[in-house]
DNA sequence: CGAGACGTTGATCTGATTCAAATACAGTGG
DNA sequence: CCACTGTATTTGAATCAGATCAACGTCTCG
């Protein structure tokens, strides 16, 4: 858990107690190939999960082939709290990397709602922030240019990466093939090369074997009205406000 | 509550006890002219709303003036259940029609779900379906072409409105310019106009004053490959899986 | 070393945008 | 009831961002 350990106490201080209670929650670590399904739209599924290691893609695809991708999951994202409602989802994950997951153990999670522990607002958190990614990526593909659109992603992926210490001050593993890049921004696989190629050209990023490196932090940021709002990075609260309402 | 009472009781029965119920949640009406703000982005809601009548729209707006349309809202329609979580909203929401809201008491859901009422789960579902139709508008404005998109908005919205009894067998009032359709679709308005003239001339629909009307459903459907699975027309379960575990 | 997947680049094409101007339409005030 | 005003719709013409087609380079890994 520990990327996910991470991310939580990237923004509030979480104290041994919510260490070990997140602890407890892995049931069991299970790992996949490169390319490999994690979930498959129509299932159901009974399992929450977490990232442990490696990149994983939401995604959907028509009938005819064309394939969307709906977001990025990095280390630490989480799979599916919805889960309670034992329906089937709607969408696919598949691996990008090897992968490596983690099965929680969905009652703990529920009896550390039932005490109102910090750390279920911080997953509820979360789902508000995967929300918050999800809007902005439909702003991102509906209104912005293809450079915007590249722009923006990097940004945000770099972001996300650093705050589970997948990343550095300016640098990063990018370990996604220009087509899934593609998928996710609604271009072709050629044009993103192009936009890709344009931004090195022009200074602002720099790829070099798997690592891309952001040259020019604020010229990228200007390139694409870059803001952080959606991540909502202000952190969880220490609680859910409904708790006190249980008490 | 009628319209959150009908959409609900639209898939699981419903009883008077779950009627009487959801009739208690709501605290006061209020009403907004076409075009007002209800929401605005930045802003911390403390407060859930449904949706009683008329159209709203979620939007974000960048910097330059482009608005991107994240979702239509219908009567019925919730905003939002994330308020537990006291985070600032990341998109506005404004009144398309003349709206008028019901505020919901936050702590009366709570305890519903504290019940574990099957309202709560039903409450829990429509959350689930908004997200699907957020995933499905990522998917239609990036690998979609221009006539699939508007064929597709079409198809769902008349599925929706139809559902809170807004709608007749193939016709609707849709009280959207077409403008925001545009804003929705991330296309440019001049092109919405084109594709839906194309689609008149082809004889798939036909729009008189405010009423649309599908003339051609099957064609409609096959013109963009419209499936209903991510409205998750299931229905919610009776309860959460949840709830069992807390007694 | 060979095969398959990914990346790069050029040439060409097209779906959609932009610009512009002409209706249609709804609401307002006289 | 009509003229007036602002907003939405419609249509045409020109343009362009990005797609498609095609070919070639490069890397990886069995």
């Known amino acids: 858990m520990q990327p996910l350990f991470r991310r939580l106490s990237y923004y509030s201080k979480l104290n041994d107690d919510d260490g070990d209670a997140l602890a407890k929650l892995s049931l069991r670590d299970h790992s996949y190939a490169p390319g490999e399904d994690i979930i498959r739209r129509g299932e159901k599924t009974s399992q929450v999960f977490v990232i442990k290691q490696g990149w994983a893609v939401r995604y959907i695809t028509l009938e005819d082939g064309r394939t969307q991708v709906l977001n990025f999951m990095l280390p630490g994202d989480i799979f599916d709290l919805q889960v309670f409602l034992d329906d089937k989802v709607d969408h696919s994950v598949a691996a990008v990397t090897k992968v490596t997951t983690t099965v929680v153990n969905a009652d703990s999670i529920l009896s550390l709602f039932a005490q109102g522990s910090s750390i279920a607002a911080a997953l509820w958190w979360t789902t508000v922030q995967e929300e918050g990614i999800l809007r902005e990526q439909i702003v991102r593909n509906g209104r912005r240019t293809a450079r915007e659109r590249v722009a923006h992603l990097i940004l945000e992926l770099h972001r996300r990466a650093r705050i589970v210490g997948a990343a550095g001050a300016d640098s ?54 870059y803001s952080e709002e959606h991540l909502h990075l202000d952190g969880p609260p220490r609680r859910l406000s409904f708790m006190a309402v249980a008490e």
Request: charged share 20%; hydrophobic share 45%.
């Open 172 to 225: 990063m593993e990018l370990p996604v093939s220009q087509i899934l890049i593609a998928d996710a921004l609604g271009l072709s696989f050629v044009h993103v090369n192009r936009v890709l190629r344009g931004l090195e050209k022009d200074g602002l990023i720099k790829k070099n074997k798997g690592v891309l490196t952001i040259l020019g932090r604020s010229q990228l940021i200007e390139a694409c009205g």
